[in-house]
């Protein structure tokens, strides 16, 4: 997995290409503003965005640009690249005979 921090400066960040989905997540303290360009598929103005909240665009493996406008939270932009994905069973989780009784 790939994690890349934007600060609210107002610079445009390339990112390069990113496989699959970005995810954007405001990591606050201030809701987050920003801009984002992902070449061959659309430029997103403006996006608002809480703090907590993440969204979700659809890179698949072209140019990317984020633009975190000057005053808001700090972004962080996450994807995973192909065969890096986390199976259950690479986090450690195992199976069990059956669920718990409360």
Sequence with gaps: MTVVNIPP????????????????YNRGPNAATYNLTIVGVNYWPNVNTPVG?????????????????????????????????????????ETAESMPSV
Excluded: F, R
């Design 53 to 93: 909240y993440t969204d979700s665009y659809p890179a698949n493996g072209n140019a990317t640009y984020v633009q975190n406008m000057n005053g808001g939270g700090t972004l962080q932009c996450l994807w995973v690249a192909p065969g890096d994905e986390l199976t259950p069973q690479k986090a450690g989780l």
């Design 9 to 24: 400066d107002g610079q445009i960040y390339g990112l390069g290409q990113v496989p699959g989905t970005l995810h954007i």
